[in-house]
């Protein structure tokens, strides 16, 4: 069996594509099987690589042949069962698997079904959002780029900043969301993505294995998307954690000039706290947003950094009742917030409530 051949055919067959495929056999018993079927799929996004459906479908852990890079976002906690065909290093180790398995002969069928991507997020949609005339995407930036806590202007300006902060709580009450409607929460991380004109497109928490919040998040939004690679131009994504090394790099590759990153919370694990060089913690560059009311005027991170041992901070907090109930009363304070009977007076009330009332509506509709 030449199984790199039968690669080399499906990389010609499919220029430019990204490939993964695994061995399948066939028959049983003791002993090495004689036969096997190589399944494969063809990822027709770049942006959703296709070793990523591969390692979805299979419900044991295997090896996976690919033409990813070796430095792609996807291999920083998934290498050891990826094969990089390209890659020496990758073909020492198919030589190794194919000397156990001599004999084998191989069929190469269609592509096998059952490749969906087990993704813990959903896209919403990319209408326009409560923000009238947009300028979100300016505000985070130029609030991203603060060296430090700022008072904001007022009005319009003053609302905008506001918004940004409701939209670092809303990722954590995405939390709340998937913790009381979903079986797939794993790590306590939520993450959003918002346009600039302040809709919430997309969301994401973290379901296990390479499914971070942040690359389901992405991964909702570009499989809705198919050939685009980049965010959308000004929208922002809001992270309760630091980007970790996998996450920052996907982050990096999607994002243009125009997108800021922020986050909650900061992990001080090696790989946690990659993405803090490239994103902006929320509570450093905006007053923070209470929770739960007096006595304490904080965002509900620097509460959870008490409730939890610094270090694990995504394994943590979902071991902890103090820091769950912290999460909940998020989604409790987004709708109190928006219930609130405001006069609407002057743009900055308007905006907020608008903005409120938005997030209030997506959280609610979160059940997966
Ligand atoms: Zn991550």
């Not at 698997?97 to 896209?123: C, H, K, Y």
């Not at 919370?265 to 990659?274: E, R, T, Y």
Request: proline residues 4%; charged residues 20%; hydrophobic residues 40%.
């Amino acid at each position: 069996m030449d199984l790199k051949g039968e690669f080399a055919r499906l990389e010609r067959e499919n220029p430019g594509k990204s490939i993964a495929a695994y061995l399948h056999p066939e028959g049983g018993g003791t002993g090495a099987p004689a036969r096997a079927t190589l399944y494969y799929h063809v990822s027709t996004n770049d942006s959703v690589p296709a070793a990523a459906h591969v390692l979805d479908s299979l419900e044991d852990r295997r090896v996976v042949y690919t033409n990813l890079a070796s430095d792609h976002w996807l291999t920083t906690y998934m290498s050891s069962q990826l094969v990089h065909m390209q890659n020496p290093a990758g073909c020492n180790k198919l030589r190794l698997w194919q000397r156990n398995s001599i004999d084998w002969t191989v069929e190469r069928p269609a592509p096998a079904p059952g490749m969906a991507l087990r993704v813990g997020g959903r896209f919403l949609g990319d209408a326009e959002g409560p923000i009238a005339g947009g300028g979100l995407g300016a505000m985070a930036k130029k609030v991203a780029a603060r060296p430090a806590l700022a008072d904001a202007g007022g009005g319009r300006e003053k609302a905008l900043e506001r918004a940004l902060r409701y939209y670092a709580l809303a990722a954590y009450a995405v939390i709340s969301r998937a913790r009381h409607h979903s079986t797939m929460l794993g790590n306590y991380v939520g993450a959003i993505l918002v346009s600039d004109s302040g809709r919430i497109l997309a969301w994401g928490f973290n379901s296990t294995s390479f499914h971070h919040a942040e690359v389901n998040l992405m991964l909702a939004y570009f499989l809705a998307k198919p050939g685009e690679t980049k965010l959308p131009a000004n929208s922002i994504v809001f992270s309760s954690l630091t980007p970790c090394k996998q996450c920052a790099t996907l982050l990096e590759t999607a994002r243009g000039t125009t997108n800021s990153i922020f986050y909650g919370q900061f992990d001080s694990g090696d790989f946690g706290k990659a993405g803090a060089a490239t994103s902006a913690k929320i509570d450093d560059v905006t007053k923070p947003v209470s929770v739960g009311g007096k006595p304490a005027r904080t965002f509900v991170a620097g509460t959870l950094d008490t409730e939890v041992a610094k270090q694990n901070i995504a394994q943590n907090i979902g071991k902890s009742e103090a820091a769950k109930t912290l999460i909940d009363r998020t989604l409790d304070e987004i709708g109190r917030r928006s219930s609130k009977d405001r006069k609407l007076e002057d743009e900055e009330q308007t905006v907020k409530s608008a903005v409120l009332k938005h997030i209030k509506e997506t959280l609610d509709a979160i059940a997966i």
